[in-house]
């Protein structure tokens, strides 16, 4: 099955800890995005790709980091510098930058 | 700031009725508009999309309206029923120029029986 899989589904972590959330795809897909979704609210961009071994932060980057070493993987950690980490994170790609994206079925980071 | 705003952000409807979610955007280039249903703990999913050479879409009981003078699009949802109940989000981008998706703010759709 062609897909976006995000892992863990939920993941606790204690404060001053750093995190990393997982993301493969294996649609072929050049473009990448990580997404932070708050109750009730919308889809804030994070980090984007466009393509391998690069990417440009988002509307809230702050205290978060990614990498792009591989076309179908897009890690984000979590730092101990995002000072409100609890959320829930959405990765999706896209063919190119603006076309049709499709979505993993997130992680619910808890910071205990 | 290329921005697409979302009106009303919840929206409560009787089974049976046509909830109206409507999208004002900026940018005149934005040339794809798709509409995303999202069910709580779920990532969001494509529903329909539109280009701006149609003014209207139908996809079963879902309708994209669209008016490039206004610049504007809503989504219809004919006979509604409970499961319709989630979040929806329109978005937009411009292809010929590279732009990426920009999100609404996204509704909250709950349908009662």
């Known amino acids: 099955d062609g897909g976006i899989t995000q892992s863990p589904k939920y993941l606790f972590r204690k404060e001053g800890q750093n995190v990393t959330l997982s993301c493969e795809q294996n649609?072929?897909?050049?473009?990448m995005y990580w997404y932070r979704q708050d109750p009730g609210q919308g889809l804030r961009l994070i980090y984007y790709s466009q393509i391998v071994n690069d990417f440009q932060k988002g509307d809230i980057a702050e205290g978060y980091s990614v990498s792009r070493e591989k076309k179908e993987s897009f890690p984000l950690t979590v730092t101990s510098a995002q000072k409100n980490p609890t959320a829930f994170y959405l990765c999706?790609?896209?063919?190119?930058?603006?076309?049709?994206?499709?979505f993993g079925q997130g992680t619910r980071l808890t910071v205990v | 700031q290329q921005q697409v705003k979302q009106s009303p952000q919840s929206l409560i409807v009787q089974k049976g009725g046509i909830p109206i979610i409507n999208c004002a955007y900026e940018n005149t280039a934005f040339d794809y508009f798709p509409w995303y249903q999202q069910f709580p703990g779920k990532g969001p999913a494509l529903l329909i999309a539109i280009r701006p050479d149609v003014s209207e879409k139908k996809e079963g009981r879902f309708t994209i309206s669209f008016n490039k003078s206004a610049k504007q699009f809503s989504l219809h949802i004919m006979d509604s029923q409970p499961g319709d109940s989630a979040t929806y989000f329109c978005?937009?981008?411009?292809?010929?120029?590279?732009?990426?998706?920009?999100f609404g703010g996204g509704t909250r759709l709950m349908v009662k029986p």
């Open positions: 649609l072929n897909h050049d473009a």
């Open positions: 999706a790609s896209s063919r190119t930058m603006n076309t049709e994206a499709f």
């Open positions: 978005a937009a981008s411009s292809v010929g120029a590279g732009n990426m998706l920009t």
